[in-house]
T-cell receptor
Framework: GNSVTQMEGPVTLSEEAFLTINCTYT??????LFWYVQYPGEGLQLLLK?????DKGSNKGFEATYRKETTSFHLEKGSVQVSDSAVYFC????????????FGKGTHLIIQP | AAGVIQSPRHLIKEKRETATLKCYPI?????VYWYQQGPGQDPQFLIS???????DKGSIPDRFSAQQFSDYHSELNMSSMALGASALYFC?????????????FGSGTRLTVV
């Protein structure tokens, strides 16, 4: 079946540090890949996505590249801010039907001033 | 722009009571998905509906049921709830059952069973 593995948190960084959150996946076929962000007490918001190999998704300074050869979709940001503190979920959509998304366990990111 | 609306935002129920959660998808979206997110956990897919018919079923407990109505809104019903039902319940909607145009999530209903 499909699965998503992402690095466990919490990840604590200082403001303006470089961020990488690793995500690898297992899926049949050619899934679409997503990063969602969840701020405290709020719902899931789509951060970025990529639908095919070598696509790069980007938004708000975050980016991730769909690497089929390593089955990875690592999230990166060059300079994090305190406001980036949230839980980040990597997810995939196998596209095989209406079974929705398969999520990773989430990575709690804490940015200290 | 209109988003996915879930109601209520918060709900407190006692054990063995019944609860109904509602989800109103984005206009013209024909597919609705329900997810359950336990404390500190990742969202788990429960069930989906496409064009008012059940489409896929995930890890939905036996005491839960759901349906999609003619106006495409969906309701998740939970009966005889146990403490373990306490979670954040998300609804998402999409255009088309394979989500090719993306998914939009609601803000969730936080259910607390006491």
């Amino acid at each position: 079946g499909n699965s998503v593995t992402q690095m466990e948190g919490p990840v604590t960084l200082s403001e303006e540090a470089f961020l990488t959150i690793n995500c690898t996946y297992t899926a049949t076929g050619y899934p679409s890949l997503f990063w969602y962000v969840q701020y405290p007490g709020e719902g899931l918001q789509l951060l970025l996505k990529a639908t095919k190999a070598d696509d790069k998704g980007s938004n708000k300074g975050f980016e991730a590249t769909y690497r089929k050869e390593t089955t990875s979709f690592h999230l990166e940001k060059g300079s994090v801010q305190v406001s980036d503190s949230a839980v980040y979920f990597c997810a995939l959509d196998s596209g095989g039907g209406a079974d929705g998304l398969t999520f990773g366990k989430g990575t709690h990111l804490i940015i200290q001033p | 722009a209109a988003g996915v609306i879930q109601s209520p935002r918060h709900l407190i129920k006692e054990k063995r009571e019944t609860a109904t959660l509602k989800c109103y998808p984005i206009p013209r979206h024909d597919t609705v998905y329900w997810y359950q997110q336990g404390p500190g956990q990742d969202p788990q897919f429960l069930i989906s509906f496409y064009e008012k018919m059940q489409s896929d079923k995930g890890s939905i407990p036996d005491r839960f049921s759901a349906q999609q109505f003619s106006d495409y809104h969906s309701e998740l019903n939970m009966s005889s709830m146990a403490l373990g039902a306490s979670a954040l319940y998300f609804c998402a909607s999409s255009l088309g059952r394979e989500g090719n145009y993306g998914y939009t999530f609601g803000s969730g209903t936080r259910l607390t069973v006491v």
